[in-house]
């Protein structure tokens, strides 16, 4: 049986390199609303995502962004904050990320996670309160190249899962 879930992640791959193409604003308006949609510790919601899809302001952030310069070159990025104190923020905004990634890959855009410390500069230039804290830039936009969707360099699966206990193996 198939499971467009579980093929999104057995085949999103990051990408760093964009076609000069837009992304349509209802493939924007949903890789949002995931985020929107993702589970959250006692449903507090602790995020904040702003969609940048101006191109100065991608270069902008991609100036500030030391982890994500091809920034500069995506269709759309979102920006990631989570409010500073909340206890599970970051996990939250984590799990609002990958849902936001696995969105967008289904609809042919990749993306890659970019950040994580050190980006008080994107807080600002955002116009996020203080409160927050940023976790990511995630930028968007459609592959450049074709990129070979589930070829993977993972561990075996007996290395990094165990079923019962550590060493038993899994299935």
């Known amino acids: 049986m198939s499971n467009a879930v579980f093929e999104a992640v057995r085949t999103v791959l990051a990408v760093r390199e964009y076609q000069d193409t837009e992304i349509p604003d209802d493939v924007l308006a949903r890789i949002v609303e995931a985020g929107h949609l993702t589970a959250s510790a006692a449903n507090r919601q602790p995020w904040h995502f702003v969609l940048v899809r101006d191109r100065q302001r991608l270069r902008d952030l991609g100036g500030l962004v030391k982890t994500g310069p091809y920034i500069a070159s ?98």
């Open 74 to 171: 995506a269709a759309a990025a979102i920006v990631v904050a989570y409010e500073r104190a909340s206890g599970p923020g970051v996990s939250d905004a984590s799990r609002a990320i990958q849902a936001m990634i696995l969105t967008g890959w289904a609809d042919g855009v990749g993306s890659n996670w970019t950040g994580f410390r050190g980006l008080e500069e994107v807080r600002r230039y955002v116009d996020l309160p203080d409160t927050y804290d940023v976790l990511a830039v995630v930028p968007f936009g459609y592959p450049k190249r074709a990129v070979g969707k589930g070829k993977k360099k993972r561990k075996p699966l007996a290395e990094v899962a165990s079923a019962e206990r550590f060493g038993q193996p899994v299935g």
